[in-house]
Nanobody, 123 residues
Framework: HVQLVESGGGSVQVGGSLRLSCVAS????????MGWFRQIPDKEREGVAG???????SYADSVKGRFTVSQDSAKNILYLQMNSLKPEDTALYYC??????????????????WGQGTQVTVS
């Protein structure tokens, strides 16, 4: 059973940067499809970025050019570098894992493993 733990959230000013980390309990990073999602209260969870085991990445249009997803398979850590943050980026951010390729990476229902989330507030 894979456990995922996010960290790195916090409060930041508009235009600032944060780097989120997601540590996996077993060898997951670099082997699974990994995704970053975010959720605002009373709204559906939104796919932010996905990364394949080979390092290929995908992004939501709203974060392209500002966010970068990466992985360190040796350390078993997934990252989300967030630059030029906007108030609309304020949300609870989750990492998620699933086996196989990252087709339909934005579909949260395809991910069986989730972290507990880390809050990002931009003001």
């Amino acid at each position: 059973h894979v456990q995922l733990v996010e960290s790195g959230g916090g409060s930041v000013q508009v235009g600032g940067s944060l780097r989120l980390s997601c540590v996996a309990s077993v060898d997951t990073i670099g082997r699974y499809c990994m995704g970053w999602f975010r959720q605002i209260p009373d709204k559906e969870r939104e796919g932010v970025a996905g990364i394949e085991s080979d390092g290929s990445t995908s992004y939501a249009d709203s974060v392209k050019g500002r966010f970068t997803v990466s992985q360190d398979s040796a350390k078993n850590i997934l990252y989300l570098q967030m630059n030029s943050l906007k108030p609309e980026d304020t949300a609870l951010y989750y990492c998620a894992a699933r086996g196989g390729a990252c087709w339909a990476w934005k579909d949260e229902n395809l991910y069986p493993q989730w972290g507990q989330g880390t809050q990002v507030t931009v003001s």
